[in-house]
């Protein structure tokens, strides 16, 4: 019988498996640190141009 801490444990990493074999997922985690910010950046000045209400709200993000 598992205890109620394993069976949490286990969930956990079977989530954690789960968001790994979601291909844009595994594609981000593949890029480095520097590539993930000016991406963050990129969509960030797409949202500003295309939503400027939207990117007001998601400025806490940044």
Request: charged share 10%.
């Amino acid at each position: 019988m598992s205890s109620p801490k394993n069976a949490s444990n286990n969930q956990a990493s079977n989530a954690a498996k789960d968001a790994d074999k979601s291909g844009m997922m595994a594609k981000l985690n593949a890029l480095g640190l520097v590539p993930q910010i000016l991406l963050a950046i990129i969509a960030g000045c797409v949202i500003a141009l295309v939503a400027p209400e939207l990117a007001q709200s998601l400025s806490i993000l940044g």
